[in-house]
């Protein structure tokens, strides 16, 4: 299979947990499906939640819902179906993270006394991940090619960012790459799915390294009725995979890439 | 976060489902069970067989039977929150018809400049908690929708029916016609009793009744009451209820908030306006997740909760699994911080704390540290080495005082810079954050102590500098080693040249910048200054390069000749060794570090040359 790869990076990210707003904003581990369909929205030029809003909501004197609703943000009409691949680097795929705390005083931002909003967000700290973008039938004929020519020459209509623009994103070595089915694997270097999949009670760690195992419920999906994320939770980690837990299902998504085994999600 | 931290809880609670009972606290106060069918008078004999006292940083009272009966009920009658009562005035903390909690001042009429009696408090409440007002929020629940009738009938099919059905009950309205009454005829009488009693806090009141049917018997009404009352008040606001795919969903109670004033947490243009939305299962477990982790685990700390072992005490083998790093405040139980790190939950952290500078101990003997085994034991010698004992336990959310003399502004800056990284060394086992930090804070603690800190000692810093270069080997083997080497390198072509008896020359910066560091040591040694400060060596820091080192070199020969001998050839050796000699890199840098090595580390100008080498 042809698949698109490229280094994303960044100083810092954010891609903010949904579920807690009171005391501060916590990050996801990792950049998720969402968030990336985005970026590369971004890349090739649709349009996002603002754009969808005014659709929805045309501009007049009092904004009033259009009789045609837009169901989804323009990006991810075009990438729900696509199948990628998210290989994190750091220290056994771990970025350190940092609580930052910065204030919003434009004035509006809180009626509160005062007029200043206190924000508090918790940083991922240099994230670095590899992504592969499948060239299947999850793209519409000449998505991939588009989004292909772009990467090659660096070329984006939007500043992709990672989860909020007051971080950048860094995209670099982008190749277009033939991946191999995957036979034996004794690990994945991707984040996956693993409803079934098991882990080896005594198995082997990567050699070199710590023991090291995440999994988090990270969004997988918007739904169509209020555009919530919808969750399925992922797992990357160094220790060996029991071959024999391994579903037909799991084996349509693995794939290789040399020595690097990728899970697409 | 919630949602992750409730996979675990979830697994527990089906193995135990008792888990939030067993960690379940009361709060102070008296707690007293009664019967509704007698009458004050009739029961008060039995009092002490029905009734605890609570008091705080006391031990529970010992009648566990009685107390677990308390404790069950008091969790089913308790508030989600202070801002969800059912009485509307706030004055009568409980959540049903069979439970009254008043705070004492409250409940005995003592309390100053109070509005309303202890009567008009209970009537109000138990008008409140009558049918038609409980009916009326379930209702409230249910997103209003022009085309969908049949909404209205949305609880009658869910596994809330059963207790609509019993709110609507004949019984029900009896048994509050009978509260009311008992209160009615034994009030004064229970008050008087009570206000006898020494306790602090609240007052809290349990009904008990025998029933005839099966179906309503009193433990299965606490219970119907507690799902009756929850329910309407587990989302934050019902203003963001939606019915998806037959569903309700809502916006979540538990670390979350839609505040007018802050309009920036409805999400403006997003088609789901409110950050997230929730089943109701989903926000029960929320909720019991949440009050599980405020019961069993300590306020302002962090907890390291394994994925799974965390929540059920592992017997045996342990499936892979990281942990979740939780800090939570102890007065709304929010979240602080949180973050999920795939690492177990005890770390291992060695480091071989090796002599790379060859001090000696008082005897003469080369000094041995030794191995530190863990990150306990890690964290209290960089504490006491370069934070001055600053580093203790939450010295994540700590900003420690700055005191001149003892630990100035810098200290304090560079601590803040660095918290966060020895966090993550000490708690999590990663060395990921201080990998790029830690040479340069540990270096600037280490001259801010020697020139700004009064009660510094030579030699605790030198033993300090090779911790420093200890851990670095430690952390980032490149980097660390490279120096480290470097150092050794260095003395053993010094410690040659020293006391060769060809003029010699320095090979490189690395040779000069330590030499110069030795002499510097070997100078300020001679002072005969009463009390010999790290002050002294300031001016040999502030040069800026070579030539400048050199100077001040010069200037403290003036000031300290007399104290040399002429013929001393050591002394002289090294003298020429740094003068003769134009260095190519100012001093900054790794030159400054070996300045600093050569200053800290055992000084070659003392050694005794050994007899017949010469």
Redo the contacts between chains.
Sequence with gaps: MRALRFELKGETAFFK????????Y?TY?HIHKIALFGLLGAILGHGG??Q??DA?YPLTTNRKQAKEVQVF?EFYEVFQQARISIVPH??????????QIFNNTVG?????EGKV?NVRE?WL?KPHWTIYVADDAGLAAGIFKKLAESLLQSQSVYMPYLGKNDHPAAITEPALVELSQAGQVKFIDSLHRSDALA?K?RGEIKPGQ????????MPVAL?A?????V?H?LV??N?EIDQASISEDDYRNLYCDGERVLYFI | MIRDLAVGFQKAQEKFPAIIQDNYKLKEGVYIRLKLKQDWESQSAAFEKNHVTIVRKEEEPQNIELLNWFKCRDYLSSLVDMNKPVDPKKQVHSNNPFALFMKKEVFLGEKQGGKYTAEENINRYLLAAGRDPVRQKWLEMIPKNKNDKDNRQFFQASEYAVMLTYLESSERLQLIEEITKWYYSNLAALTEYIGQLSFKNYVKLFFTFDSSAPTLACERMYAFEYVLYTIPKIFNSNDYNQLVAGELVGLPNIDMTMNSKKPFLEHKTMGSQAPERVTLQQATLAKQTTEWLAAAKPPYATNKIGYESGFIPPTGYVPPEGTFHVYMDGKYNELYGFENVPFPPTTTVQVEWLNILQLKDPAGDEKYYGTIQDAEALQKTISSRFFRGRMNNSFIFNEPDVKAGEFTALMAALYLQSRQAFHDWFYKGTTISLQGIFAKVTLRLLVEQLVHVETSRMAELGDAFNLRLSIQMAIDDKGGKVMADRIKGTMEALRNKLVSEELAVCANDEEFYFMAGQLAHYLISQSRAQKITGEMYEPFLRAKNGHQLKKRLEEAYMLYKHEIFSGYHRFNQAFSLVLGYVPETDNQGSARELLLAGIFAYNLLFEKTVKGVE
Excluded: C, I, W
């Design positions: 947990k949904p579920d807690v707003n009171s005391y501060a916590f581990s939640y603002m969808q809003y929805n943000p750091g220290d056994r795929g771990y970025f350190a993270k940092k609580l509006y931002a809180s009626q509160e909003l918790q700290e882990y009670v710590g023991k090291s195992f995440f999994k988090e419920l739904n009725e209020n555009n919530g994320y969750f939770s990357v980690t220790h």
